[in-house]
């Protein structure tokens, strides 16, 4: 009601003197520049003015009446301001105490007109006469100062004194005409100079007096106005005072008002809220505190997720202004989503309209509507549009600030407010209007369209959002099958569990300026100029005030109407009352008009698979491999999901970045790098044993680096020609640092290997890192998933990441053999592929007491000029792939299928007590000959490497000087062992020393195990048994399985005080 108080103020002006024409016209079109537009309305507007008082001098006297002015011309105007800042202390209420001021300028030019009245002069002995006088007034003009005080209270406070300074009023009559006077009027006419100069000089009296009149009194009144109680008082109260809410009070009162007992059962036939009265009793409400829930979880994940995708920056257009070519720039995604789903087409907010129905202004948006002696003014609010909600420039994740609270913290550019108003001014139709008009009086008027602009530049805000969500329906209710349909399906269905949402707080800070007022839509230039003047005023006055008020607006006001606008009647599409008009935007308490259909599959076939073909592709691409492109789970995954994991999640440089980097760093606090602390040891204690007393063997730590040079070709859950199969591929490739170094898949082992004994030759303590680094490798395969289409559509999100569920769902209800047989059948590896161009080996000694630690590099330098790696590239690959399946093998992936439905709560056979079942590591007793040969190969080598080690470092220890048996000597105490009196160590480099003999018989046995014979047909063991009886094999062997082995062909020993650790674990 400000608008409408300031308008009748400025219909204050018009008061019953000389010149009520004037302020007529600065009220009916404010002067400016160009009048072409309001003179023409003016000159067909008669103006009565109030009789002139009596004007007289040596002997006579004129008495003006029934004053009518018409043909009224106005040429420009102007308002000038500008800030004064401290001023001195006035008189009168505020007297003493300090203010600062807005002095303004108004200027009137140009103004003319032309009056005709009824005179009566008395003259020298009695003579009367009665006639018209016509009066031309041209040139007129005024100047007035005024200064605007604010006083100065310690924080700022809106104007509410004003006092004039000054008044220069220039009114010239060019001319006074008499007529029907006779000999007087021809008196008359010759003292026409004497009259004028009286005349001009009552009129300017008289402007002086009205304008300090209008200007102390009816602006005063209205400065007091827009400072009190019905304008910007209600927005000035302190700061704690107008924003301080208990959010704990304002749960409890959220609650409430819903009608609801928050923490009680749930009644599950509940899918959609519908109506304060008509929600159950039992209804409960998700509580975001607690996360304990699986439902709570992961949508606690899902709103977050939403976040984050709403900070993705996205590249847009800009029109440059229509200048040049259109230039791109990067915003958040939430602004795109805004525009496309929740503003109008320019980008606004339409707050409040006046339409008819219930969702318009009170009393039809009239803000003001009156009618005086001079003028009939209507000022109608037509529209209020919220601008800038799309320059969001920060949106941070949400936090829990209560069971059903949710805070963020957001940043726009700017938010300004586009108020449409019209303001239509008519002749006065009341008995005692001063205003003529020619015909009909209501022919005569103005109107004006006008956008008046009021905003911030720059602002952040912190916004709780309360939200009441039907936790039971959410779990039980809405099933994957719905979610399906397409996005906008899954969207009703997760709303239709929303009883309400409601921001609770909107704490605004404005971090730049109040944005400069501005008005658009006048008739002409000069009325914009004039206008923007004005408001330029208003800004210097109210700048401060307005950057006070904004907090209180935005909670108290504003926060209101967007609840409305976003969360009630965009997202819960919340149909308007049919009750009294006058509510703005009033809505049936906690209704929703949301709704999840359900949908599960028509067939009869309970076991009937899914063809993901159908499921992840479009009808096009799924005809291309065979689908029935028929859409028959809907199109939320062939149109959002897949495309965004395919172009999003799954390109190479986003996943190694967004995803790798981001995993590995919570998991080892490094990027690219995964680490595996105490991953494996092998303890044993022997009190009999010559060469130890203690050997423990560790492996201490895996770490796993370069793990973000993933690269294409990268596939997941890729459907193939076969509906069932799906395709999954992962490249890694090497890649090139900053400083130009070579990064590529690098695999190290820690490992520690203590030995202790006082009489131990093999006492050490020695931490070496041994290291297998691959430039490229590939890795593919497909699954067979024979995933029930049911058990997928009647899916619950109480379920969504029950583990035990998901497996169920590859399974049946029914009990027989052959559902049992094709439960064998449910996930398979179709097919399998592994390949590596080359590796490379390294070690590294971190710690040792063993000197020939450091010739383990050696030894793999030597394996690398032997072709190591080419030689074991194809049976390395082979190894990975057989271990893999053979893994997948002994994991007996159907019994837990077949057991999976005891643990899912929403199957028929779920057993609540039934003890949770244990998965054990599979053993590796399936894998073929060649992986066995392989791995029996990879030992051999191994073990050499440890024999030369051992040399290395017994060498480095010797003295260089004989070795005597039972060397009293420390050195030789801690190197030999005892030997009995008077023998002699054989020394193997030289066995002539014993007789040439004994070189040519070790020669001659070294051959004959070496000898290639054909190995026995006899085998217990499944693997060997796949051996042919023309297979050849060494003597050795078949001397070692007659002599050393037993039937199974395997060596037992016997191991006393024997422990194992594995992850931490003994």
Request: charged residues 20%.
């Given at each position: 009601m400000a608008a409408a108080s300031n308008t009748n103020a400025l219909v204050s002006i018009v008061v019953p003197r000389l010149l009520l024409f004037l302020q007529l016209g600065a009220l009916a079109l404010p002067a400016a520049g160009d009048f072409a537009d309001v003179n023409s309305i003016l000159r067909d507007v008669a103006v009565r003015l109030p009789d002139v008082p009596t004007m007289g001098g040596s002997g006579y006297?004129?008495?003006?009446?029934?004053?009518?002015?018409?043909?009224?011309?106005?040429?420009?105007?102007?308002?000038?301001?500008?800030?004064?800042?401290?001023?001195?202390?006035?008189?009168?209420?505020?007297?003493?105490?300090?203010?600062?001021?807005?002095?303004?300028?108004?200027?009137?030019e140009g103004l003319a007109f032309n009056c005709q009245a009824k005179y009566k002069y008395k003259g020298l002995l009695g003579i009367v006469n009665r006639g018209d006088?016509?009066?031309?007034?041209?040139?007129?003009?005024?100047?007035?100062?005024?200064?605007?005080?604010?006083?100065?209270?310690?924080?700022?406070?809106?104007?509410?004194?004003?006092?004039?300074?000054?008044?220069?009023?220039?009114?010239?009559?060019?001319?006074?005409?008499?007529?029907?006077?006779?000999?007087?009027?021809?008196?008359?006419?010759?003292?026409?100079?004497?009259?004028?100069?009286?005349?001009?000089?009552?009129?300017?009296?008289?402007?002086?007096?009205?304008?300090?009149?209008f200007l102390e009194v009816n602006t005063k009144d209205l400065l007091e106005y827009i400072a009190g109680e019905n304008g910007l008082e209600p927005y000035l109260l302190p700061g704690a005072a107008a924003l301080s809410r208990d959010p704990e009070q304002l749960e409890e009162d959220f609650v409430e008002r819903l009608k609801l007992t928050p923490s009680i059962a749930t009644d599950s036939s509940t899918t959609k809220a519908t109506g304060a009265t008509e929600l159950p009793a039992t209804t409960e409400l998700l509580s975001f505190s607690k996360q304990d829930t699986s439902s709570g979880r992961w949508m606690n994940e899902l709103i977050q997720k939403g976040v984050f995708a709403s900070n993705e920056m996205v590249s847009i257009e800009s029109d440059n202004d229509a200048v040049g070519p259109a230039t791109e720039k990067d915003e958040l995604q939430v602004n795109q989503w805004l525009r496309e789903f929740v503003l109008e087409e320019d980008g606004a907010m339409v707050l409040t309209a006046s339409s008819v129905g219930p969702d318009g202004f009170p009393r039809d948006g009239v803000l003001y509507d009156a009618e005086d002696v001079v003028t009939h003014t209507t000022i109608v609010l037509d529209r209020?549009?919220?601008?800038?909600?799309?320059?969001?420039?920060?949106?941070?994740?949400?936090?829990?600030?209560?069971?059903?609270?949710?805070?963020?913290?957001?940043?726009?550019?700017?938010?300004?407010?586009?108020?449409?108003?019209?303001?239509?001014?008519?002749?006065?139709?009341?008995?005692?209007?001063?205003?003529?008009?020619?015909?009909?009086?209501?022919?005569?008027?103005?109107?004006?369209?006008?956008k008046l602009m009021l905003g911030v530049d720059g602002l952040t805000a912190g916004a709780s959002l309360m939200a009441a969500l039907n936790q039971t329906a959410l779990e039980n209710n809405v099933r994957l099958g719905s979610l399906l349909r397409s996005n906008t399906a899954a969207i009703d269905c997760l709303l239709s569990t929303v009883v309400d949402l409601e921001f609770s707080t909107l704490s605004v800070e404005v971090t730049n300026d109040v944005l400069t007022p501005s008005i658009e839509g006048?008739?002409?230039?000069?009325?914009?100029?004039?206008?923007?003047?004005?408001?330029?005023?208003?800004?210097?006055m109210y700048e401060r005030v307005l950057m006070e008020a904004a907090p209180v607006y935005f909670q108290n006001e504003l926060r209101p109407m967007l609840t409305q606008r976003i969360l009630h009647e965009y997202l819960l599409q919340r149909p308007p009352t049919t009750g009294e008009r006058g509510t703005v935007g009033s809505v049936t308490q906690n209704s929703n008009s949301r709704t999840c259909i359900p949908w599960t599959s028509n067939e009869v076939d309970d076991d009937k698979p899914i063809d993901f073909r159908d499921l992840l592709l479009t009808a096009e691409d799924a005809t291309d491999l065979g689908g029935s492109g028929s859409a028959a789970y809907g199109n939320l995954f062939s149109s959002m999901i897949m495309p965004y994991i395919n172009e999003e999640v799954l390109d190479p440089d986003t996943f190694n970045t967004q995803w790798i980097r981001k995993m590995t760093k919570e998991q080892s606090g490094k990027e690219g790098v995964l680490e595996f602390k105490d991953v494996y040891r092998y303890l044993n204690v022997s009190s009999t044993s010559p060469l130890y007393d203690k050997l423990d063997f560790r492996i201490s730590k895996i770490t796993v680096s370069n793990i973000d040079t993933i690269a294409a070709p990268l596939e997941f859950m890729q459907p193939t020609n076969q509906g069932n199969v799906l395709s999954n591929q992962l490249a890694m490739h090497s890649v090139t640092d900053d400083a130009g170094r070579f990064r590529f898949l690098n695999v190290t082992l820690q490992v520690y290997m203590g030995i202790e004994g006082d009489k131990s030759p093999l006492q050490m303590t020695n931490v070496v890192d041994f290291s297998i680094s691959v430039p490229a490798s590939t890795f593919s395969v497909e699954i067979l998933a024979d995933l029930k289409e049911r058990s997928l559509l009647e899916f619950p999100l109480k379920d969504l990441v029950n583990p035990h569920c998901w497996l169920a769902a590859f399974g049946s209800d029914r009990e027989d053999d052959e559902v049992e047989a094709e439960s064998l059948k449910s996930i398979e590896i179709e097919s399998l592929s592994f390949n590596i161009l080359t590796f490379y080996l390294d070690s590294v000694c971190i710690s040792a007491t063993s000197p020939g630690c450091g010739s383990i590099s050696d030894v793999i330098y030597e394996l690398e000029d032997a072709a190591f790696a080419t030689s074991f590239r194809k049976p390395i690959i082979?190894?990975?792939?057989d271990v893999v399946l053979s893994l997948w093998d002994a994991l007996d992936v159907s019994e837990l299928i077949k057991q999976a439905h005891k643990f899912c709560p929403h199957s028929d056979k779920f057993e609540a007590s039934a003890p949770e079942p244990t998965v054990e590591m599979p053993n590796l007793s399936g894998v073929s000959r060649n992986s066995s040969q392989t791995i029996l190969a990879l030992g051999i080598v191994g073990l050499q490497t440890a024999i030369i080690v051992s040399a290395k470092n017994h060498l480095l220890l010797a003295d260089n000087k004989p070795l005597v048996p039972n060397d009293?000597?420390?050195?030789?105490?801690?190197?030999?062992?005892?030997?009995?009196?008077?023998?002699?160590?054989i020394d193997w480099n030289n066995l002539s020393d014993l007789g040439s003999w004994v070189d040519i018989a070790f020669d001659e046995f070294r051959n004959y195990l070496s000898k290639s014979v054909v190995a026995s047909t006899e085998s217990s063991n499944e693997v060997l048994s796949r051996d042919l009886a023309s297979d050849m094999t060494l003597q050795i062997n078949t001397m070692l399985r007659e002599y050393i082995l037993d039937k199974s062909r395997s060596l037992e020993y016997e191991l006393k005080d024997l422990s194992f650790m594995a992850f931490g674990t003994i």
């Open positions: 006297s004129i008495d003006l009446t029934e004053v009518v002015c018409t043909d009224i011309y106005i040429e420009d105007a102007h308002l000038a301001s500008r800030s004064v800042g401290l001023l001195p202390n006035s008189g009168g209420s505020s007297a003493g105490v300090a203010s600062s001021g807005v002095e303004l300028q108004w200027s009137i006088v016509y009066l031309y007034s041209r040139d007129n003009k005024v100047v007035s100062t005024a200064t605007v005080r604010s006083l100065l209270t310690g924080s700022p406070s809106p104007p509410t004194e004003i006092s004039m300074n000054s008044c220069l009023p220039t009114v010239e009559i060019v001319d006074v005409d008499f007529d029907n006077g006779g000999f007087v009027g021809w008196v008359l006419d010759a003292i026409e100079g004497l009259l004028r100069t009286a005349m001009e000089l009552v009129a300017s009296d008289k402007i002086c007096e009205e304008l300090q009149a209020v549009k919220l601008l800038g909600l799309d320059t969001l420039t920060h949106f941070s994740p949400f936090e829990v600030a209560g069971n059903y609270t949710l805070e963020t913290y957001l940043a726009w550019k700017y938010l300004a407010l586009e108020v449409d108003v019209t303001a239509t001014v008519r002749p006065s139709t009341r008995p005692d209007s001063v205003i003529e008009t020619e015909g009909t009086s209501t022919q005569v008027k103005i109107v004006e369209q006008v006048l008739v002409s230039p000069g009325l914009d100029r004039l206008f923007s003047e004005a408001m330029d005023a208003s800004f210097l082979d190894l990975v792939e009293q000597s420390p050195s030789a105490k801690s190197e030999t062992m005892p030997f009995p009196e008077g023998s002699e160590i």
